[in-house]
């Protein structure tokens, strides 16, 4: 079983988003995908009602989702740890003890060829900025869903 954790900020915009995307994209029983943030303000709070909106315009559910913060006990608990911007990886980096931590955080846009990367923080955007987010998202995990599947083989 692979394990892969989305960080955000709040988790309740962008790592909800990328959890839902990648998780119908992949198969649960070889793939767990979870999602945290590295800041508290939001726990035990469902995905914020834009990221719910746009998911479900491209037919994923996200409100099962409850928000919940990054801890350094998430380094042993998963094998890929994606951080949606420089500043998330910089939070989750101070939260590591080992190399071996250090290497498991990757932005998720490194796996795309966007020319981007960085997932903008669309907190305090509009409607058109968590879509643009969603189709950024959605491209890395098309990636990622491609470089399992070459792992496997
Ligand atoms: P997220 O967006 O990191 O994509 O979940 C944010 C949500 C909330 C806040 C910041 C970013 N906030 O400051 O409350």
Do not use: W
């Not at 839902?20 to 945290?36: H, P, T």
């Not at 796996?111 to 969603?134: C, H, K, Q, R, W």
Request: with cysteine; charged share 30%.
């Amino acid at each position: 079983m692979t394990k892969i954790l989305m960080v955000c900020l709040g988790n309740i915009c962008r790592s909800p988003l990328a959890e839902g995307v990648l998780k119908s994209k992949v198969n649960a029983s070889e793939i767990f995908v979870d999602s945290a943030g590295t800041g508290g303000y939001h726990i035990g709070s469902l995905p914020d009602s834009r990221s719910m909106d746009v998911a479900n315009e491209h037919g994923i559910d996200i409100s099962n989702q409850r928000c919940r913060k990054f801890t350094s006990e998430d380094f042993q608990a998963f094998d890929v740890i994606y951080v949606m911007d420089k500043s998330n990886y910089d939070n989750v980096i101070a939260l590591s003890d080992t190399d071996e931590d250090r290497k498991k955080v990757k932005l998720l846009l490194e796996e795309a060829d966007l020319g981007i990367s960085e997932v903008p923080d669309p907190y305090y955007d509009g409607t058109n900025e968590f879509e643009y987010v969603y189709g950024l998202i959605e491209q890395a995990c098309n990636q990622i869903v491609k470089k399992l599947e070459h792992g496997r083989r």
